[in-house]
């Protein structure tokens, strides 16, 4: 029983995938668990769309394997794969009602009629599309569409359901509910979802496990909290929002603190990671939000204080971002201030000011 | 609405041919005293109004079957007489038909190269202009007595004959060895190893008349009983012929063909063409087709015209028509012209023209046409 | 007298008439689908090339499109159809007249059982030319799509290629190959395949197979086009749920591109009904079509009105299958052909 647990639902072993030009997936390896949701995570372009599809099997490899439930697939073609794809474009069959595309793949498997009726009935009452059976595709909303893609291929309790930005064709507000129900219908039929999404915000509310992709290459594989507050790399920090960025050496350490030079020449501070050898930090990342903006007359001592002057402010709704250009670099830091928060939005650009962050707020990369 | 149609190629082709005719120097208009006095010999001029009007109209237009007539004629009446001649071309009758029954007033001068039975429906429906006999001396002079008084058209006042025809056959002689030869049943009761290699006409009259002829009928007869016993031996021919085809040219020359439906000049036409291909003059005779030119009544040129038909009967102009076309004449002086071998060729044996039906406008007229339409129909079905 | 000094220029000439006649008639179709195709192959072109055609065509835009459109539908298709429907309403004379008597005894006379046979001929020619074609064509469109990849268009270029020659030069070319002496038997009888030359040509089959060759173009832009058309990622959403490639095919792809199958079935369907070069070039005995018909009393019998009747009836026959075709395909085939 232990040892049946730890097989992973789909795994990856050092996949690649090459272009013409391109190498799309570049040695990536991984493990997804039973069960859970696990997002590829990347912009466009970084090889996590073809991933999918490697795994569906409607690309082929160049190299490597892929394991669905410890079994290596390889040479098994698509309708054979025991996972089944939800696609960008939904590609739900137009000429077919929603009952025929939802009862599709379980005809194509044979399945006795009577069951196929009871399945389909079924899979459109938890989707909640009691009434449309007999519309065309064309005859649906935005979000109706979805919810019959993810029937049709729910209905056949696939071992893994692949998920390629399945919510990109929907506006915000449609976009946050699906997001809910989502998760709720994978909590019902337990199955395991692979998703792939360019939208870190999705990706961070839906998944148990995020594994960000940039140029074909795995960067970093996390729970949600691990990718957000420790991004590893500059890439992955870029990419997930901890747009501050100071490259950087760790010139001194002791009393739990590691001392940074940033490449501007300015003095950082950081907590210390026992799993972190100093020669292996690359500098820092600070999310905007965790940076403080204080008026000037502020003293300067203490950790992380630096000089600047407000050269923008962005309103952005519940947070005003503000650039500041820091006096002893010339570089630019940006800060998220709380717009309902009187006493910050007494600043305005050109102001000199002050700005600090604390040193757990620093996040240490390595590459 | 067929002229519409027609009009990109015939303007093609009316462009070619005004090329052809504008390469002729323009001469100097030329008077009636040296006109009257380079008349070769026994020529009759036309009288002075019809030849001042005709240099006055200075063109002429004239409709005839393409590639057939040779440019020396009409290049040599546009020298003499400095009228710019411009041809049209048709390539089968029923064209000039459905043309003038569409509309009757097109305004050629001249249509050549009808077939007796094409000319007379044109005549009676209307579209054939009089002849002034007065303005055709030449023609009266080498015309031969009975072809002027023909029934269908007594005194030629609506159209002139220029050349004779026969409804024959032609087989190859180095693949068909009958001894039935040149009997019609070579053609419509053809042996067992000929099955598949023969085509007969693709038209009405020959095909229909022919089997009357056959069967000892007049090749213009229309009694319901002897036209149902024609229908009766074509469609049982018909399961034996390759096509119906009325230029089977192509297919005899490839062997395809070893006996065709033909018309005997065509006969020697390819003949000529190749040795192997000889025509038949079918021993219970046939047809004496005339072929005639008709003056339309919408020609803006009627002087022009009658001085052109004058001038196709000089006997030299006459003979050019004669060799290029390989048909009999109606010219009663172009014989003595002809090369020997070309008189072998078109001379017709002792008393043939006695088995031969003249033109019956029963034919092609009331019952007559009903029937054979129908037995068309029934044959090509 | 008749008298082929030039049979070339007697069929070119006969065969001009027709396909005017024909382009002008009951042949809207073809003109308009190979517009249809134009732009399809304008759709296929490298973007730059097509960015060209595009802007180009939006500064068109502007112009009143509806004047030329009108005047030409006008000139050759309402009124050579309104003087058809005209003339078959009239009574022949004895000598090709056509008399001013107005007369349903042209009509009356379509009841004859040659009338009935012969139309039937047409449609069975006409069915199995269509069938061929589609069976052919079907696949081969297919090919090209499915596994041109870039060579697409050149492909589809050499299906298309042939129609740029006159149909009649390719009749006639095809009779060199075929005849007892052409090509092809001389090619058996040297490789001692047939022992006597085999009669290829002048028969029904002639017919159908020339028949074919000379539509096929006109089955597979259309079914080629619909394949364009249809969206990859269905096929793979097919075999993700599980269907093999023969069932992705026949419960996808066939469906899908209904409309392009159906505008195919009427572009080959109608210039065959109206076609009588064929039949007269390549047929025997047994090949006489719904054209020859009107021919034979249009022109051989010059009876206008005779043949304009039966030009009727066969316009009627075409006109109702192209409802019944477009009614069956829906608004694609309709879009598809137009």
Same mark, same amino acid.
């Given at each position: ?88 474009? =939904? ?7 929603? %009952? ?87 909590? %019902? ?16 509310? =839906? ?19 691990? /990718? ?31 001392? #940074? ?17 100093? %020669? ?13 903006? #204080? ?14 002057? /407000? ?9 005003? %971002?503000?650039?500041?250009? #820091? ?41 | ?63 005839? !079957? ?29 064209? *000039? ?13 001249? *249509? ?88 007969? !006409? ?127 004449? *109606? ?51 | ?16 008439? +027709? ?71 009239? $009574? ?34 006409? &069915? ?74 002048? +028969? ?12 096929? @173009? ?12 249809? +969206? ?11 269907? $093999? @490639? ?10 899908? $591109? ?18 009588? &070069?064929? @039949? ?22 010059? +009876?206008? @009105? ?33």
């Amino acid at each position: 029983m232990e040892n049946r647990e730890s097989i992973p639902c789909v795994e990856l072993r050092n996949l690649v995938k090459r272009f013409p030009g391109v190498t799309a997936v570049d040695h990536v390896s991984l493990k997804v668990e039973k069960g859970k949701v696990f997002s590829l995570l990347g912009p466009s372009g970084c090889g996590k769309t073809t991933a999918l599809r490697i795994i569906a099997g409607l690309e082929t490899m160049d190299e490597g394997d892929v394991l669905i439930d410890g079994k290596v697939i390889n040479d098994v073609p698509a309708y054979k794969r025991d996972c089944s794809i939800v696609f960008q474009t =939904l590609a739900l069959f137009p000429h077919m009602t929603v %009952e025929a595309n939802v009862s599709y793949g379980l005809e194509q498997r044979k399945v006795p009629k009577d069951e196929i009726r009871k399945r389909v009935g079924e899979i459109i009452d938890l989707m909640g599309l009691g009434g449309m059976e007999k519309r065309r595709p064309s005859q649906l909303s935005g979000g109706q569409q979805q919810r019959v893609a993810l029937a049709r291929s729910l209905i056949l309790s696939p071992k893994v359901l692949l998920l390629d930005e399945p919510l990109a064709s929907l506006d915000r507000k449609l976009r946050k509910g699906m997001q809910v129900e989502l998760k709720r219908i994978q909590r %019902e039929v337990g199955i395991t979802f692979l998703y792939v999404t360019h939208d870190q915000k999705e990706a961070l509310s =839906l998944s148990d496990t995020i594994a960000v992709m940039d140029k074909g290459k795995l960067e970093q594989v996390g729970t949600p909290e691990e /990718i957000y507050e420790t991004p590893r790399t500059k890439r992955v920090a870029d990419f997930i929002g901890a747009s501050n960025i100071f490259p950087g050496k760790v010139i001194a350490s002791g009393n739990g603190k590691v001392q #940074l030079e940033t490449e501007g020449g300015s003095r950082v501070i950081a907590l210390e990671n026992k799993d972190i050898r100093s %020669e292996e930090v690359t500098g820092i990342s600070v999310h905007p939000e965790l940076v403080e903006v #204080l008026p000037e007359g502020t003293g300067l001592e203490g950790d992380n204080r630096f000089r600047g002057k /407000i050269v923008e402010m962005i309103y952005q709704g519940d947070f005003i %971002e503000t650039k500041i250009c #820091l006096d002893q670099t010339g570089g630019l830091i940006t800060s998220y201030l709380n717009s309902r928060l009187g006493r910050e939005t007494q600043f305005s650009p050109g102001e000199e000011v002050l700005v600090h962050w604390s040193p757990e707020s620093s996040n240490i990369l390595l590459g | 609405m067929k002229r519409k149609i027609l009009l990109i190629p015939l303007a093609l082709l009316l462009a070619i041919s005004l090329v052809a005719t504008g390469c002729a120097p323009a001469p100097e208009k030329v008077a009636y005293e040296g006109y009257v006095a380079s008349l070769p010999e026994g020529c009759e001029p036309v009288p002075p109004e019809c030849f001042e009007q005709a240099i006055e109209e200075g063109e002429l237009y004239i409709y005839e !079957w393409a590639e057939w007539w040779p440019d020396d004629i009409f290049d040599g009446f546009s020298e003499e007489f400095g009228i710019e001649v411009s041809r049209d071309y048709f390539a089968s009758t029923e064209e *000039v038909k459905t043309k003038f029954a569409l509309y009757p007033e097109t305004p050629y001068d001249l *249509v050549t190269g009808l077939g007796i039975s094409d000319a007379y429906p044109l005549q009676e429906a209307g579209a054939a202009g009089q002849i002034n006999p007065d303005w055709i001396p030449n023609v009266l002079e080498y015309m031969p007595e009975e072809l002027i008084e023909m029934e269908h058209d007594p005194g030629m006042q609506y159209s002139v004959p220029t050349d004779m025809y026969f409804t024959s056959y032609v087989y190859n002689k180095e693949l068909v060895d009958d001894p039935r030869i040149p009997s019609w049943s070579v053609l419509f009761e053809p042996a067992e190893e000929f099955y598949g290699k023969v085509t007969l !006409w693709d038209e009405i009259h020959e095909v229909i008349g022919a089997a009357l002829k056959y069967l000892g009928y007049d090749y213009y007869s229309d009694n319901e009983a002897e036209l149902m016993e024609a229908r009766d031996l074509l469609l049982e021919v018909k399961p034996h012929l390759l096509v119906f085809d009325s230029w089977p040219r192509g297919l005899l020359l490839g062997d395809e063909a070893w006996i065709s439906g033909l018309w005997y000049g065509d006969g020697w036409f390819l003949n000529d063409e190749y040795e192997a291909i000889v025509p038949a003059l079918p021993t219970e005779g046939t047809n004496l087709g005339i072929d005639l030119a008709i003056h339309p009544i919408g020609s803006a040129n009627p002087a022009a015209a009658h001085l052109f038909l004058n001038y196709l009967f000089r006997p030299e102009v006459n003979a050019l028509h004669i060799e290029s076309i390989w048909y009999p004449p *109606v010219h009663t002086a172009v014989l003595e012209l002809l090369p020997e071998e070309f008189l072998k060729v078109i001379a017709l044996p002792e008393g043939y023209l006695a088995k031969c039906d003249p033109f019956d406008p029963r034919a092609v007229t009331g019952r007559g046409l009903e029937l054979r339409i129908e037995i068309f129909e029934e044959l090509k079905r | 007298m008749p008298r082929g000094a030039c049979p070339e220029r007697h069929e070119i000439l006969r065969y001009a008439q +027709n396909d005017t006649k024909r382009r002008a008639g009951n042949d809207k179709g073809m003109f308009f689908g190979s517009f249809q195709t134009a732009f399809r192959i304008v759709g296929e072109m490298p973007g730059n090339l097509r960015e060209k055609i595009r802007k180009y065509l939006a500064k068109q835009a502007h112009l009143p499109s509806v004047g030329p459109v009108s005047i030409w539908t006008i000139l050759f298709v309402i009124a050579p159809l309104g003087f058809i429907l005209y003339f078959s309403f009239l $009574t022949a004379g004895d000598f090709g007249q056509i008399l001013p008597i107005f007369t349903l005894e042209n009509y009356q006379a379509l009841a004859r059982p040659v009338v009935a046979e012969v139309f039937l001929r047409t449609l069975l020619f006409s &069915l199995a030319t269509t069938m061929i074609c589609l069976l052919l064509g079907y696949p081969l469109a297919y090919f090209i799509v499915m596994y041109g990849g870039r060579w697409r268009i050149h492909l589809l270029l050499l299906v298309i290629l042939p129609e740029w020659t006159s149909y009649l030069i390719r009749l006639y070319a095809i009779r060199m190959l075929s005849g007892r002496a052409g090509l092809i038997n001389s090619a058996l009888l040297s490789l001692g395949l047939i022992s006597s030359p085999l009669g290829i040509l002048y +028969n029904p089959s002639a017919v159908v197979l020339t028949l074919v060759y000379g539509w096929l @173009p006109l089955m597979v832009l259309p079914v080629y086009a619909s394949l364009v058309g249809l +969206n990859p990622s269905l096929l793979e959403a097919s075999a993700d749920l599980g269907a $093999t @490639p023969f069932r992705r095919f026949f419960t996808v792809t066939l469906p899908l $591109t209904k409309g392009g199958i159906l505008a195919g079935i009427i572009l080959v369907f109608i210039p065959c009904i109206g076609d009588w &070069l064929v @039949p007269l070039l390549m047929g025997g005995t047994k090949t006489f079509m719904a054209g020859n018909l009107v021919y034979l009393h249009f022109i051989s019998a010059a +009876n206008i @009105p005779a043949g304009s009747t039966i030009g009727v009836a066969l316009t009627a026959i075409v006109l109702i299958i192209m409802y019944l075709c477009i009614k069956a395909g829906g608004k694609e085939a309709t879009e598809r052909i137009i």
